[in-house]
């Protein structure tokens, strides 16, 4: 890998010298705004062929499966495996990565908290969304640091104004669901706004043939939003947001293999306000600039009993981020195109572990600058280098530095096809958490290190069918011990290896049938212990069926089959079998009016994403929809 990289790296080196000397005319063409990855530029609409394997999800696909949260989202897209555990949280696994190795972003605004460096899949909620990106492997150096296991990038809703969307549903067990977004403005601004309230009293769960509500598992959630768009000018746009999540909730106990904890979490919010503009850079590019700030106010409670009737501690964390971050882009000639980008961010903790506990501080602050330089050769044949440096300050001890480079070479024999190689080095910095916690820290923490190989191809034309074949090694990677408390202690192994491949395809019969299938293999190896990597199911096969009928009618079922993984528990090999679950939404239409009923875990199905937690059993759902007004 490391021969193949040096040349790799060198013909791209080549490739941009020679471009720079490179004098080409300007020709002068009908120029309109597109999107590229990271960024709108004004330029001829291009294929948008990301450098890395990507899959995106758009609004319509949301739309027919009437999913609640970004966790449902995720569980059916390929290369990834969404798991519920020890804190009743929903975290992702990016091509056998853990949720901490990876980027949730929303408009281009990470999230996360800064003390445990991961985000709950449930707290993003799916009326707010527009399309998710899944970026795996190679991903662009101008996302910033710790993107070692992917990402996830989320954009958001931006309706036409005047427009107003009403949603409510109920399921068993007192589950109720309101939501309301509406966009008022003109041609110089646009307010958007919502509101969603979420509510249960637990979830049901089929635990050794028997189903029943599941103890401490209910949960209560409001969510408002804010969004003002001003254009000063045509090609100018200043962004003002605001964002509030107010939830409470109790975390089911293990039924098996940990010590039974009772904890419940009174007070879960998250403030996030952030403002930014859009504008174009010099003749042909685009500047974005945005910055932000997040703050975690979070309450948890242990109890003896399981009547959370007698309790033992309270523990307080008061989390926060400023963060700023800048993206540009512009093109050199006609076959050369530079982007660069800077991000910093700093994190502050303040957390108190019980009444009787001294309060602890913790802060650090990530830059991050890159340079990613695309290069045409040909019509058929293009060349991509890019490199990042990532560095860490923390409050006290050392700054740390790593230097990430990216390379790829992309072949387009047709303008339906796309074939790509791509290597690239990425690292991650370890959470304050895994270095500082009392329960599990270790200050002696490396930096992983990680790259990536992958080969891959994209066919769209009148059917897609996209395929990687990819692997991926890893030093110093931080994994986590899982002790019988239900607590995590932290250190780093030798060597990982991943390697695997991703089929995916899909087909469209005209405006009445939509099929498309997606399979991940994936082969991991925690080198230092000679074992698979935790929570990793081997293969899994994902899909989505939409039926279009006369009359308004849509059916849209989708599922995932995924076969066995395992875990270490105090040093003993728990396997977690494997399962298939199917889903089901039927919807008619009434013009703006919708009804739907949906169907979760049709076949009622006892599965497990890790031992000691039971997933939901079969879940009936009723609802309305009121969409008045257009999207853009």
């Given at each position: 890998?490391?021969?193949?990289?040096?040349?790799?790296?060198?013909?791209?080196?080549?490739?941009?010298?020679?471009?720079?000397?490179?004098e080409?005319?300007?020709?002068?063409?009908?120029?309109?705004?597109?999107?590229?990855?990271?960024i709108?530029?004004?330029?001829?609409?291009?294929?948008?062929?990301?450098?890395a394997?990507?899959?995106?999800?758009?609004?319509?696909?949301?739309?027919?499966?009437?999913?609640?949260?970004?966790?449902?989202i995720?569980?059916?897209?390929?290369?990834?495996?969404?798991?519920?555990?020890?804190?009743?949280?929903?975290?992702?696994?990016?091509?056998?990565?853990?949720?901490?190795?990876?980027?949730?972003?929303?408009?281009?605004?990470?999230?996360?908290?800064?003390?445990?460096?991961?985000?709950?899949?449930?707290?993003?909620?799916?009326?707010?969304?527009?399309?998710?990106?899944?970026?795996?492997?190679?991903?662009?150096?101008?996302?910033?640091?710790?993107?070692?296991?992917?990402?996830?990038d989320?954009?958001?809703?931006?309706?036409?104004?005047?427009?107003?969307?009403?949603?409510?549903?109920?399921?068993?067990?007192?589950?109720?669901?309101?939501?309301?977004?509406?966009?008022?403005?003109n041609?110089r601004?646009?307010?958007?706004g919502?509101?969603l309230?979420?509510?249960?009293?637990?979830?049901?769960?089929?635990?050794?043939?028997?189903?029943?509500?599941?103890?401490?598992?209910?949960?209560?959630?409001?969510?408002?939003?804010?969004?003002?768009?001003?254009?000063?000018?045509?090609?100018?746009?200043?962004?003002l947001?605001?964002?509030?999540?107010?939830?409470?909730?109790?975390?089911?106990?293990?039924?098996?293999?940990?010590?039974?904890?009772y904890?419940?979490?009174?007070?879960?919010?998250?403030?996030?306000?952030?403002?930014?503009?859009?504008?174009?850079?010099?003749?042909?590019?685009?500047?974005?600039?945005?910055?932000?700030?997040?703050?975690?106010?979070?309450?948890?409670?242990?109890y003896?009993?399981?009547?959370?009737?007698?309790?033992?501690?309270?523990?307080?964390?008061?989390?926060?981020?400023?963060?700023?971050?800048?993206?540009?882009?512009?093109?050199?000639?006609?076959?050369?195109?530079?982007?660069?980008?800077?991000?910093?961010?700093r994190?502050?903790?303040?957390?108190?572990?019980?009444?009787?506990?001294?309060?602890?501080?913790?802060?650090?602050?990530?830059?991050?600058?890159?340079?990613?330089?695309?290069?045409?050769?040909?019509?058929?044949?293009s060349?991509?280098?890019?490199?990042?440096?990532?560095?860490?300050?923390?409050?006290?001890?050392?700054?740390?530095?790593?230097?990430?480079?990216?390379?790829?070479?992309?072949?387009?024999p047709?303008?339906?096809?796309?074939?790509?190689l791509?290597?690239?080095?990425?690292?991650?910095?370890?959470?304050?958490?895994?270095?500082?916690?009392?329960?599990?820290?270790?200050?002696?923490?490396?930096?992983?290190?990680?790259?990536?190989?992958?080969?891959?191809?994209?066919?769209?034309?009148?059917?897609?069918?996209?395929?990687?074949?990819?692997?991926?090694e890893?030093?110093?990677?931080?994994?986590?011990?899982?002790?019988?408390?239900?607590?995590?202690?932290?250190?780093?192994?030798?060597?990982?290896r991943?390697?695997?491949?991703?089929?995916?395809?899909?087909?469209?019969?005209?405006?009445?049938?939509?099929?498309?299938?997606?399979?991940?293999?994936?082969?991991?190896?925690?080198?230092?212990?000679?074992?698979?990597?935790?929570?990793?199911?081997?293969?899994?096969?994902?899909w989505?069926?939409?039926?279009?009928?006369?009359?308004?009618?849509?059916?849209?079922?989708?599922?995932?089959?995924?076969?066995s993984?395992?875990?270490?528990?105090?040093?003993?090999?728990?396997?977690?079998?494997?399962?298939?679950?199917?889903?089901?939404?039927?919807?008619?239409?009434?013009?703006?009016?919708?009804?739907?009923v949906k169907?979760?875990?049709?076949?009622?199905?006892?599965?497990?994403?890790?031992?000691?937690?039971?997933?939901a059993?079969?879940?009936?759902?009723?609802?309305?929809?009121?969409?008045?007004?257009?999207?853009?």
């Amino acid at each position: 890998m490391r021969k193949l990289s040096a040349v790799l790296f060198t013909l791209i080196a080549l490739t941009i010298l020679l471009s720079s000397q490179e004098e080409e005319k300007k020709k002068d063409r009908d120029k309109k705004p597109v999107i590229t990855e990271e960024i709108t530029v004004t330029a001829p609409e291009p294929q948008d062929r990301p450098l890395a394997s990507t899959t995106v999800i758009p609004q319509s696909s949301l739309k027919a499966m009437n999913t609640k949260n970004l966790s449902e989202i995720l569980s059916f897209a390929s290369g990834t495996y969404v798991s519920t555990g020890t804190k009743g949280e929903a975290h992702i696994k990016i091509r056998g990565f853990d949720t901490d190795k990876s980027t949730l972003m929303v408009d281009g605004i990470p999230i996360y908290d800064p003390y445990f460096n991961t985000y709950d899949l449930k707290s993003i909620t799916s009326e707010e969304i527009e399309s998710v990106k899944i970026v795996k492997g190679s991903s662009s150096v101008l996302y910033g640091a710790n993107t070692l296991g992917g990402i996830v990038d989320v954009l958001t809703r931006r309706p036409n104004p005047p427009s107003l969307s009403l949603k409510a549903s109920l399921s068993r067990d007192s589950t109720s669901f309101l939501s309301a977004t509406g966009a008022y403005g003109n041609d110089r601004f646009v307010f958007l706004g919502s509101v969603l309230r979420d509510k249960s009293d637990g979830s049901r769960v089929k635990l050794n043939g028997e189903t029943g509500l599941l103890p401490n598992s209910q949960w209560e959630k409001t969510n408002l939003t804010g969004k003002l768009y001003i254009y000063p000018g045509r090609e100018t746009e200043v962004l003002l947001q605001a964002s509030y999540l107010d939830s409470e909730y109790n975390v089911p106990a293990a039924t098996a293999y940990y010590s039974p904890r009772y904890w419940k979490f009174p007070e879960w919010k998250r403030l996030s306000l952030g403002g930014g503009i859009t504008t174009p850079l010099l003749s042909k590019g685009t500047l974005k600039v945005r910055t932000y700030y997040l703050k975690y106010d979070n309450t948890l409670e242990n109890y003896k009993d399981p009547a959370l009737t007698k309790l033992t501690w309270t523990s307080l964390y008061r989390n926060s981020t400023w963060g700023a971050f800048l993206l540009g882009s512009h093109p050199l000639g006609n076959r050369q195109e530079i982007n660069f980008s800077f991000n910093a961010k700093r994190d502050k903790v303040e957390q108190q572990g019980s009444a009787t506990s001294p309060w602890e501080y913790y802060e650090q602050t990530t830059f991050s600058a890159g340079l990613e330089d695309r290069f045409r050769i040909t019509e058929k044949w293009s060349l991509i280098g890019g490199i990042n440096i990532d560095t860490l300050d923390k409050k006290e001890g050392k700054t740390k530095s790593t230097v990430n480079p990216i390379g790829g070479i992309k072949f387009n024999p047709t303008p339906f096809t796309d074939i790509h190689l791509t290597y690239s080095r990425k690292s991650r910095f370890p959470s304050m958490k895994s270095l500082y916690s009392t329960s599990g820290g270790n200050p002696d923490l490396k930096d992983e290190r990680g790259q990536t190989m992958e080969v891959g191809f994209l066919y769209n034309k009148d059917f897609t069918l996209s395929g990687a074949l990819f692997i991926t090694e890893v030093d110093d990677l931080i994994y986590t011990v899982r002790l019988p408390t239900g607590y995590k202690s932290y250190k780093n192994i030798g060597e990982s290896r991943t390697k695997g491949f991703e089929l995916e395809a899909g087909k469209r019969w005209w405006s009445l049938l939509d099929l498309s299938l997606r399979y991940t293999f994936l082969d991991t190896r925690n080198k230092d212990e000679d074992r698979r990597l935790e929570l990793v199911p081997e293969s899994q096969l994902n899909w989505t069926v939409g039926l279009s009928l006369p009359s308004e009618v849509r059916i849209f079922t989708w599922g995932v089959a995924a076969s066995s993984s395992e875990i270490m528990i105090s040093d003993k090999l728990i396997s977690v079998p494997g399962y298939t679950i199917a889903n089901l939404s039927i919807e008619k239409s009434f013009g703006p009016l919708s009804l739907y009923v949906k169907g979760e875990n049709l076949f009622d199905k006892e599965y497990f994403t890790e031992p000691g937690y039971p997933m939901a059993s079969r879940r009936i759902e009723g609802g309305i929809r009121i969409d008045l007004g257009g999207t853009r």
